[in-house]
């Protein structure tokens, strides 16, 4: 796999040239195409060994013009302040999109949790809330998990922030929690079957059988898997493939099945909690593993990648079969925009990643609802509004696609953008 590009010149690159079709103020446009405020510190920790580590860790709030900004918190070895720009930038675009009363916002800690203890892990996730707290808050800025960070260290640092506030409870400072520790029901599912509801969506309008579709994912991880167990239980399609791959040593392995396509609940049962599956039990159980690209040219009718940036560039691209339909993005900022043109050209329709993976960032918009109501939904009422509000996010993106004649991605950030700058005409902020 060829290395990333700059995640960050990648989110600007995209903003521009949806600026310029949308003939906006360059005043404005130099506005939304950097974030409004940026935080930097040291987390110092006493690890398990009695020594002293200094992580660093970022939070960045790109645009709160519609409401408290909102967004995950990465714990990852290669976590840079680009990425973390970058992500916020698309968070952005992401809650406007999705039609939710909120800004975008992302935050970041350089370090690999996988060789962390639990007891080291906790004294991370508490320091970095002692660095920031004065920052965040229910009605300034919403942190939740992502890659890297589970509910548990989510009721860490809601935990420390009551703490450092005056001790009131206040479970909405931090959504993604653990179900019983203020978080809510369907959390866990949201990302990945939001990305099969809207996939759903485009084999309706493309008259495709999702019965008789098959699909290959990038990608193990909760997203992915979530994703992958959705596309055969709620649609009744067939997975023929999943990954993983691991940006910080560059390796990676595809695990396919071709017939009935994969077992969900089996490959899940030989998974860890980041996304790596047991090789040597999948090769005993008859599956394939295949180099990390291999899920790209899969004769499939999607493709859903649901694993970190870039991963569909100039170069990968041109391994995509000519049977693809459909390009679901479940990870944040997948595809290049070189990757893009070529795209375009075959006609293959894009799910952009903010309307596609936005089912996470929802539900955590209503976990925070529930949290401050103190009252809470059973999880098929959290799912039906998120089928909803999903639903209805595609077809305002594809009633732009077709009325102006624009890619999906374009048409997207047409939508997204829009909403903020009146959000921000309407504040007086410009």
Known sequence: MAQPTNAFQMAQRQFDGVSEIMNLDPEVS??????????????????????????????IQHNDARGPAKGGIRFH????????????????????VADIPLGGAKGGVAVDSAGLSRFEKERLCRGFVNQIFRNIGPRLDIPAPDVGTTPQMMGWMMDQYAKLTG?????????????GGGGSLG?????????V???????????????????????FGNVAQHAALGFTELLG???????????????????????????????????????????????????????????????????????LEAQINAESVQQISEKVRVLAEGANGPTTPEADEVLKERGVFVIPDFLCNAGGVIVSYFEGVQND??????????????????????????????????????????????RVVEAMELRGWI
């Open 30 to 59: 130099q506005m939304l195409r950097w974030p409004t405020r940026e935080y930097k510190f040291q987390i110092p920790v006493r690890m398990d060994d009695g020594s002293l580590q200094v992580f660093f860790g970022y939070r």
């Open 77 to 96: 070895s290669s976590e840079t302040i680009d990425t973390v720009r970058a992500l916020a930038l698309w968070m952005t675009w992401k809650t406007a």
């Open 167 to 179: 001790g009131e409870y206040t479970p909405s400072a931090i959504t993604g929690k653990p179900v």
């Open 187 to 195: 959390r866990r599912e949201a990302t990945g079957f939001g990305v």
């Open 197 to 219: 509801y809207t996939v759903r969506e485009a084999l309706r309008h493309l008259g495709i059988d999702p019965q008789k579709a098959t699909a290959a994912i990038q990608g």
């Open 237 to 307: 399609g067939k997975v023929h493939c999943v990954s993983y791959w691991d940006r910080s040593d560059q390796a990676g392995y595809t695990v396919s099945c071709s017939g009935d396509g994969i077992d969900v609940a089996f490959l899940q049962s030989i998974t860890d909690t980041y996304g790596a599956i047991d090789k040597d039990k999948a090769l005993e159980a008859g599956y394939k593993v295949e180099d990390a690209n291999a899920w790209l040219s899969k004769d499939v009718d999607i493709l859903i990648p649901s694993a």
């Open 373 to 418: 109501m103190n009252y809470y939904w059973s999880k098929e009422e959290v799912l039906e509004r998120l089928d909803q509000k999903l639903t209805t996010a595609f077809q305002g993106v594809l009633e732009i696609t077709e009325g102006d004649g624009l890619y999906t991605r374009e048409a997207a950030y047409v939508l997204a953008i829009g």
